[in-house]
């Protein structure tokens, strides 16, 4: 059929049959090719930071990271676009203030982190939290109320935390007297004078029973 054809439109007709066969073995080879499995992300929720006095910018920091590896998020630059979407209010105007005055502030999440940390933490805030720890005393709260804040303030210091027996002597010192008086009393060793458990001879009541004679 083709030598019936004038030579360009021989040559058309040729052209055209070698690109069908071109696109039609480009397609086998895509069927035939296995594909890579592919590995979801998990979106994970992260509370805002809103750099209020009191907020603990660690403990974000880590619901961010935790969250950014959660996403397989590995471009430095979509770290901290991760990490900037989860600030608020005063946090997120100082974020987008540093970006209006130097769009290159943020080149990794390293550094936007430093400088957050440097904004809105500083070092001081865990000096206070260790110095409050130390100076805890239970006062008008109950021993559980007291323990919470005991445990909530030793949470806050990361950077050098405080020893375990640090933290049990300073908790028992900052107990109240009837409230050793509770804790002594709940004690399982016997009495040595009476024999009964929960408290200790020097607190015995009990009354002292004359020896019989031999």
């Keep these: 059929m083709l030598r019936t054809l004038a030579p360009t439109e021989q040559y058309g007709v040729a052209l055209g049959f ?28 992260v509370n805002s930071y809103v750099g209020r006095e009191g907020e603990r910018l660690l403990r974000w920091l880590v619901e961010v990271d935790t969250a950014i590896t959660a996403r397989r998020i590995v471009d ?8 900037m979407s989860c600030l608020g209010e ?13 769009p290159t502030c943020f080149s990794t999440y390293e550094v936007f982190k430093e400088e957050l940390s440097q904004a ?43 020893d375990q027996a ?16 509770q804790r002594r009393g709940s004690t399982n060793v016997p009495c040595f004078r009476c024999g009964n458990n929960g408290h200790y001879a020097r607190e015995c009541t009990a009354p002292v029973q004359a020896s019989r004679p031999a």
């Design 76 to 83: 430095p630059l979509s770290k901290v676009a991760s990490a």
């Design 166 to 181: 640090t933290k049990v002597v300073t908790f028992m010192k900052g107990l109240k007297a009837d409230g050793s008086q």
């Design 18 to 45: 070698i690109m069908k066969e071109q696109r039609e073995a480009a397609a086998r080879a895509t069927v035939s090719t296995p594909s890579t499995p592919r590995v979801e992300s998990l979106k994970l929720h």
């Design 90 to 102: 005063r946090a997120r105007s100082w974020a987008c203030g540093r970006r209006l005055t130097d």
């Design 120 to 162: 809105f933490e500083p070092p001081q805030n865990e000096f206070g939290s260790r110095a409050e720890f130390l100076d805890l005393q239970q006062s008008k709260h109950d021993v559980h109320a007291y323990a919470q804040r005991a445990r909530y303030v030793v949470s806050n210091i990361v950077t050098n935390p405080i």
